[in-house]
């Protein structure tokens, strides 16, 4: 009798499966379920899973879909007219920073409907240079609130 071949897993060495990746990640990014309740919740149906594994999980999902990420940013930039914004985050326990320490989300949004996409993107400051590397090579109309920042990287474009 032969045994079938166990599928490759995201996360070599791990009992994570694309689906319970994918579960924990939308309890926690769209539901705003955090770790520390979906523990709660796996440990009630017997299930012993430890916060620091489903950070870590969630960190190597990240860096397993920042090539979708790559290609969306590189698609958005196509767009004739995006949206940019940033927003305040409190980011608690972040290496070598208070957790009152204000850092932000710049958020691009493409209006395209054919390239529907929200790009979002951590910074520990509202920094110009944070618009300029996300814009470097975007050439069309940049819609902002007016925050310097964001014009620092629209000040040398061609519209």
Known sequence: MAAAKKPVQPIPKSMASPGLLASVAVQKYQDALPLYRQTEIFKRIGIELDRTTLANWMVRCGQLIQP???????KMLEQKIIHADETRVQVLNEPGRAA???????????????CAAVLFHYEPTRSGKSAEALLRDYQGALMVDGFSGQRCATKTRSH
């Open 68 to 74: 979708l990420i790559n290609l969306i940013h590189e």
């Open 100 to 114: 009152e320490t204000q850092s932000f989300m710049w958020v691009l949004r493409s209006t395209m409907p054919a």
